[in-house]
């Protein structure tokens, strides 16, 4: 393909593109013999792949059914998810294909940069950081299971659970029971924290202070943090801050009965973090009180950082569309925060976001709703903003899924993760399209 072609072809196509390859590629890794030790039908091998890919955690069958080489597999694939569909195909394209102008071009569109040795370095940091953090993660939990464990067994759970955790997967190869023998230890909790609140920041964050406090060209270095690192930092400590409140307040005599108050008081910290990225509980969802899984809904929703492990439709997009509101109540025309106008196609893009994403949810609930009659409306709500959130709780109804509600939930995690207005303009993508340079007559109507 020539680099006017790719630079003309739709970066959302690529997305899209991408992610069903690596799906499909990781359902037949996965039905090879050596990969499980049990029959796993088509569907369910799909879904899995999917769930990984787009680290949701929602699975229809035990994980327990994957050999040690499905394993490694299931490994692979949440790795490659985590570091993110744009991120693997930009490096795949720098490393293998580096086509050119074409490679800047569409990276400057999938990344809103515009310098492309920024984007190459950047694309370097990710890997760099997403290996070093995950390696130090599994470092530090390695001790933790090797207490319950051989040593060979303690390695694989270690590197597994940090990949998972910082890949915001929420996947665990241990059952529930065991899952929540280890909330008594106050080590694991701790670690996970740290490695979903580095995840959550995003890599972008990350870059920023990392050239900030250590800059490449001292005459180039920036003195102050950029107003998205300023909202990312700002939105994620309020987010994270309120629903660990609320989660000490509702669970201190539920979940955290049995615990002291230093546990409990880092068990709501550690799921204040969890609810909104990762989905990983240390108690079953049954037992906790049904605010919090509402809680879980919106944090989930609203999300992490953009390019991040984490999904939702971004603590950024959120901010715009809050800053649009204020803009409308307090009379003004220009949308700002921070001392700063947020550009007027900005603030209409996440207008787009956060409409189509509550659209697909309710779509979705009601698809299901036809397909899966024999549950009630609260439990198949909670599943597809669960699997569109990439937040991946899961309640017991995805392993009971029809193969219809499996398809459904299959495409809430793509386009959960993809992002709606990607999709959206993936598909009305045209080649002939024109941009319309007129207006038609202003005319007002009736709001409200």
Not at 64 to 81: C, D, K, R, V
Not at 97 to 102: E, I
Not at 358 to 364: D, G, K, N, Y
Request: a neutral charge; proline letters at 3%.
């Amino acid at each position: 393909m020539s680099c006017t072609k790719l630079a003309n072809f739709s970066p959302g196509r690529v997305i899209i593109a991408s992610l069903f390859f690596t799906i499909l590629i990781g359902a037949l890794l996965l039905s090879l013999p050596f990969a499980s030790e049990h029959y796993i039908s088509f569907i369910d091998l799909c879904f899995t792949a999917t769930s990984l890919t787009c680290v949701t955690g929602l699975f229809t069958i035990p994980l327990t059914h994957f050999s040690f080489s499905g394993q490694l597999i299931l490994l692979f694939l949440m790795q490659i998810g985590g570091l993110g569909i744009i991120t693997m195909t930009l490096l795949f394209m720098y490393l293998i294909a580096d086509l050119g102008l074409g490679t800047q071009l569409m990276a400057s569109q999938l990344l809103e940069i515009d310098s492309w040795p920024h984007i190459k370095r950047l694309l370097i940091f990710i890997v760099g950081l997403t290996f070093a953090v995950e390696l130090a993660g599994a470092l530090l939990l390695f001790p933790v299971f090797f207490s319950d464990h051989t040593f060979g067994k303690a390695l694989l759970l270690a590197i597994f659970h940090a990949v998972s955790v910082f890949c915001n997967a929420g996947v665990w190869l241990l059952n529930q029971n065991a899952i929540s023998n280890y909330s008594n230890f106050a080590l694991m909790p701790l670690i996970m924290i740290a490695l979903i609140f580095i995840s959550d920041i995003g890599f972008m964050t990350w870059y920023e202070i990392s050239t900030y406090l250590w800059p490449v060209d001292s005459k180039k270095k920036i003195h102050h943090l950029s107003l998205q690192s300023k909202i990312v930092f700002h939105g994620t400590f309020l987010i994270v801050g309120i629903s660990s409140i609320c989660f000490l307040v509702l669970e201190w005599n539920n979940a955290l009965k049995d615990f002291s108050w230093i546990q409990k008081y880092i068990l709501a910290v550690f799921h204040g973090n969890s609810m909104r990225s990762t989905g990983l509980l240390l108690a079953h969802p049954d037992q906790l009180h049904p605010a919090t899984g509402l809680i879980a809904m919106i944090t989930g929703f609203i999300g992490a950082a953009p390019l991040s492990t984490g999904s939702g439709v971004k603590i950024t997009t959120v901010a715009v569309f809050l800053a649009m509101i204020r803009s409308v109540i307090n009379g003004r025309f220009a949308v700002e925060i921070k001392n700063r106008t947020i550009p007027i196609e900005q603030a209409q893009k996440a207008v787009a976001i956060i409409f189509l994403s509550l659209f697909w949810i309710m779509l979705s609930t009601f698809l299901l709703l036809l397909s899966e009659d024999q549950w009630p409306l609260g439990a198949l709500l909670y599943e597809t903003t669960m699997a569109f959130t990439n937040v991946g709780i899961n309640t017991g109804v995805t392993a009971n899924l029809s193969t219809i509600g499996k398809l459904i939930i299959m495409s809430d995690m793509m386009i959960g993760r993809i992002g709606s207005v990607t999709l959206l303009l993936a598909i009305l993508k045209s080649k002939n399209r024109k941009v319309v340079d007129f207006s038609y007559p202003e005319e007002r109507v009736t709001l409200g």
